[in-house]
């Protein structure tokens, strides 16, 4: 079993502050996809990284895939009240099985 | 277009009930997924249904169950429910099983155990 750690488990920022959240594992990723989940809603797939070294941009969001391929972090820029949220992380190897960490729980505060 | 659809959404049971929740997954979808996300943890896999099959089972009890209609809609059971059943039951649906395919997750039925 893949062991799968997020931090930190909690942040609070203020708006137009940058933030870094992390994605460890025990093992090599196949692939690693990162999730953002609002209250009442269920996660929704913001970027799948594959190669090592991988960077990859959507807007203010950075996502870093480790040269090694175990762990991944994903940096936010000028962050915004819409970015609060749930951050998580999930290798994923098809079959529709995803082995989500515990996530970083995000606030950001106007 | 209509995503992942799930009833109900909030439901309450007493210990030792069972319980029935639903998905229809989008349009053309194959594969659908179960979750349950227990409060400040991400969401655990229970079971990856294809083509009306089960492919794939996470480390649950056999207390839960599930199966997928030629519609590709599904159904998951769980019997004698305990209290540490109480959490948010996500289902997820692709169009396939590669990993090529995104996954779409319904908002969740929020199930209550007392």
């Known amino acids: 079993t893949q062991l799968l750690e997020q931090s930190p488990q909690f942040l609070s920022i203020q708006e137009g502050e940058n933030l870094t959240v992390y994605c460890n594992s025990s093992s090599v990723f196949s692939s690693l996809q990162w999730y953002r989940q609002e209250p009442g809603e269920g996660p929704v797939l913001l970027v799948t990284?594959?190669?090592?070294?991988e960077v990859k941009k959507l807007k203010r969001l950075t996502f870093q895939f480790g040269d090694a391929r175990k762990d991944s972090s994903l940096h936010i820029t000028a962050a915004q009240p819409g970015d609060t949220g749930l951050y998580l992380c999930?290798?994923?190897?098809?079959?529709?099985?995803?082995?989500f960490g515990a996530g970083t729980q995000v606030v950001v505060t106007p | 277009d209509a995503g992942v659809t799930q009833s109900p959404t909030h439901l309450i049971k007493t210990r030792g009930q069972q319980v029935t929740l639903r998905c229809s997954p989008i349009?053309?979808?194959?594969?659908v997924s179960w979750y349950q996300q227990v409060l400040g943890q991400g969401p655990q896999f229970i079971f990856q249904y294809y083509e009306k099959e089960e492919r794939g089972r996470g480390n649950f009890p056999d207390r839960f169950s599930a199966r997928q209609f030629p519609n590709y809609s599904s159904e998951l059971n769980v019997n004698a429910l305990l209290l540490g059943d109480s959490a948010l039951y996500l289902c997820?649906?692709?169009?396939?099983?590669?990993?090529?395919?995104?996954?779409?997750f319904g908002e969740g039925s929020w199930l209550t155990v007392v």
């Open positions: 999930a290798p994923y190897g098809g079959w529709g099985k995803l082995q």
């Open positions: 349009s053309g979808h194959k594969s």
């Open positions: 990284v594959v190669t090592g070294g």
């Open positions: 997820a649906s692709s169009l396939g099983t590669s990993t090529g395919n995104t996954i779409y």
